[in-house]
């Protein structure tokens, strides 16, 4: 018999520790991986916490998605260890990156082809257990895509980190002819965001965060200008530069995030939020019409989506953000390092 070792969720707010079970073996369309490298992600700090802290108190409970012992994790790289008789293509061996966001295929979301939004979903290391494991098991190779000549710890955190930043920019596509898209907020996604931005638009990206070193790291990899939101004339200095924005994406999600972000758009601007932050943002209700401004929100994104997500890296066109490895039984001092702000780039756990 196969062990599955995992680094499992036991109870909310305490830490993860390793508990063993008998490894699946895949059935009908079902693909066994062995997992190479999992990314560490903000998301699994919310996992693990219960809950998502909305604005003062209030806190979204998000404890009763899945049964405990629960395995984290979802940006997984790995090899094909077993297939069952229906999953085509799947020939062990192979080395492959995990679609996460796994939906129903029923649902009116999954049937337009949106499976990050399914409200039914399977999603990996968000309801099914995921990759702080030596094995995760795949419902269909469908959701398995090959990522060579990339490194594995590049080709994982694409799925998550890689995806929403893409996922975001591809709802500013449309306006990013006009005038330079700005990036708020630097940190993984951000990153992403930047060397994405540079490869999908003409204009080089500018960008907006609050620390001076993320600041200088932006505008030596190609951001155009940079600016602190903090500082009171920022926004001035934004508008004087570009004459306002028609485009651009909050990482953050916070208050004063939202609130920079939509004071300097121009008329039919849009942002554009991934950020989790929490906070409670509001807005003259008039101000959305007469400044024809949208707001949308963003949440990962679709298989397709992920598939070229995966081709705009395999053909050079992206750098990766820096990756640490770390031992998977090492799961629970990394996520204390990303809650503690001590990472910089992307935690790879390694198996
Ligand atoms: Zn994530
Ligand atoms: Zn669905």
């Known amino acids: 018999m196969m062990q599955l070792r995992r680094q499992s969720l036991v109870a909310y707010g305490q830490p993860l520790c390793e508990t063993v079970a008998e490894c699946p073996r895949p059935h009908g369309t079902e693909v066994l991986i062995r997992v190479a490298c999992c990314g560490v992600c903000h998301s699994d700090l919310h996992i693990q916490d219960g809950y998502f802290a909305l604005s003062g108190d209030k806190r979204l409970d998000i404890t ?49 082809g949106e499976e990050n939004m399914c409200a039914a ?28 000549p990339l490194a594995p710890s590049f080709a994982g955190p694409l799925m998550c980190c890689g995806l929403t930043a893409y996922g975001a920019l591809k709802r500013l596509a ?38 001076a070193e993320k600041r200088k790291t932006a505008l030596a990899a190609g951001a155009a200008q940079a600016f602190d939101p903090a500082d009171p004339q920022a926004r001035k200095a934004v508008i004087a530069a570009t004459g306002g924005l028609f485009a651009v994406c909050d990482f953050v999600g916070s208050e004063k995030s939202l ?24 807005i003259a209700a008039a101000m959305i019409a007469i400044k024809a401004i949208a707001i949308e929100g963003s949440l990962t994104g679709t298989l397709a989506q992920a ?14 953000i820096p990756a640490h490895a770390r031992a998977l039984d090492q799961a629970q001092a990394a996520l204390e390092d990303l809650r503690a702000g001590r990472v910089v780039g992307r935690t790879v756990l390694t198996v």
């Open 174 to 211: 449309d306006r990013t002819s006009r005038r330079p898209v700005l990036l708020v907020g630097l940190g993984g996604v951000g990153m992403m965001g930047l060397t994405l931005a540079r490869a999908l638009f003409t204009e080089p990206p500018i960008v907006a965060d609050i620390n």
């Open 259 to 282: 609130q920079f972000s939509i004071s300097v758009l121009a008329r039919g601007g849009k942002v554009v939020v991934t950020g989790l932050l929490g906070g409670n943002f509001s």
């Open 307 to 320: 598939r070229e997500l995966i081709d705009l890296a395999r053909a050079g066109k992206i750098s990766p």
């Open 121 to 148: 979903h399977h999603h990996l290391g968000i309801a099914v257990d995921g990759g702080f494991a030596t094995h995760v098991l795949v419902p269909h190779p469908r959701y398995l895509l090959d990522y060579a």
């Open 64 to 112: 009763k998605d899945r049964a405990l012992p629960f395995t984290l994790g979802h940006e997984i790289a790995g090899v094909i260890e077993a297939a069952g008789d229906k999953a085509e293509g799947a020939v062990v061996g192979r080395s492959v990156a995990l679609y996460p966001w796994i939906g129903c295929g029923t649902c009116a979301a999954c049937r337009a």
